[in-house]
């Protein structure tokens, strides 16, 4: 089971938010810097971020982004299943007609699924908080004054 860059990257942003106090802004082009990473992606990151209320954006002079959660409150399990597009792991798994002689009484399918569903119920065990126990080892790794 693989995870996109772009809840790779999703992931990164709130361990960089995590790893600052609480109140202080960050900005796209510090974290984009910091881990040296394209401000592109990151400016969708984040607005998908803000959209689902795990961290708060701040437009205009001053502005910059901090997470909106404490990080205990912020579920590693929901983050993933929110920014990943599908979880399909094999052809039988999507929507469409599968092309597989063997899928109508393949039981690969059912390991498959019961693989999955352990995968996330272990993402679901952690929060943000349990991954950032010390924040200022992240910030002396990612450069963060």
Do not use: W
């Not at 082009?29 to 209320?53: D, F, P, Q």
């Not at 094999?90 to 899928?103: L, M, N, R």
Request: proline share 4%.
């Amino acid at each position: 089971m693989r995870l996109t860059n772009y809840t790779d990257y999703s992931l990164r942003v709130l361990i960089y938010l995590a790893s600052k106090p609480p109140d202080e802004l960050s900005n796209i082009t510090e974290i984009a810097e910091a881990y040296g990473i394209s401000r592109n992606h990151l400016m969708k990151v984040i607005h998908k971020l803000g959209k689902m209320g795990v961290i708060d954006t701040i437009r205009g002079r001053g502005g910059g982004i901090k997470l909106a959660l404490p990080p205990e409150e912020i579920n590693i399990g929901k983050i993933v299943r929110q920014t990943e597009d599908d979880f399909k792991l094999v052809e039988c798994f999507g929507d469409g007609q599968a092309t597989c002689v063997i899928s109508p009484i393949c039981g690969l399918r059912h390991v498959l699924n019961r693989a999955l569903a352990a995968y996330l119920a272990v993402l679901d065990e952690y929060t943000l908080g349990d991954i950032i126990k010390n924040p200022l080892d992240y910030r002396e790794l990612l450069g963060i004054k």
